[in-house]
C-alpha cells in the first residue's frame, strides 16, 4: 500500500523560504511520476510542481517558476519542494501525490495517491 507523508510546511514571512519533504513508501516508485499540489481556501486544488522519478525530469506551474524547486533522494525515497521568494499569494495546504507513468499531468484526477496535506502560511 502506498503511503505518502508530508512535512516540513509552517509560517513564514513573505520573501522567505521553507523545504516540503514528501517520504514515500510502500512501492518501488522507478515509473512513478510525483507531484506537488496546493490548495488555498475557497479554491481548487492547483498544480504546483512535478518530478518523474527515475530520470527526474520536471515541469512547473507559471506562477511558481523561478522561485520553486521539485527533486528527489532516491535513496531516501523522497520528494522535496525547495520554495523560496515566497509570497502571501502562495499560502495554502500543499499534498504530495503519485501517479503511474511519466507522462506530464495537472490534473488531479490523474494521480492516484494523496498525502494528507502541510499546511503553509506566508504572512505579509
Known amino acids: 500500500q502506498v503511503q505518502l507523508v508530508e512535512s516540513g510546511g509552517g509560517l513564514v514571512q513573505a520573501g522567505g523560504s521553507l523545504r516540503l519533504s514528501c517520504a514515500a513508501s510502500g512501492r518501488t516508485f522507478s515509473s512513478y511520476t510525483m507531484s506537488w499540489f496546493r490548495q488555498a481556501p475557497g479554491k481548487e486544488r492547483e498544480f504546483v510542481a512535478q518530478i518523474t522519478w527515475s530520470a527526474g525530469f520536471t515541469f512547473y506551474a507559471d506562477s511558481v517558476k523561478g522561485r520553486f524547486t521539485i527533486s528527489r533522494d532516491n535513496a531516501k525515497n523522497t520528494v522535496y519542494l525547495q520554495m523560496n521568494s515566497l509570497k502571501p499569494e502562495d499560502t495554502a495546504v500543499y499534498y504530495c501525490?503519485?501517479?503511474?507513468?511519466?507522462?506530464?499531468?495537472?490534473?488531479?484526477?490523474?494521480?492516484?495517491?494523496w498525502g494528507q496535506g502541510t499546511q503553509v502560511t506566508v504572512s505579509s
Open positions: 501525490a503519485a501517479k503511474v507513468g511519466i507522462s506530464y499531468s495537472g490534473s488531479s484526477r490523474s494521480y492516484n495517491y
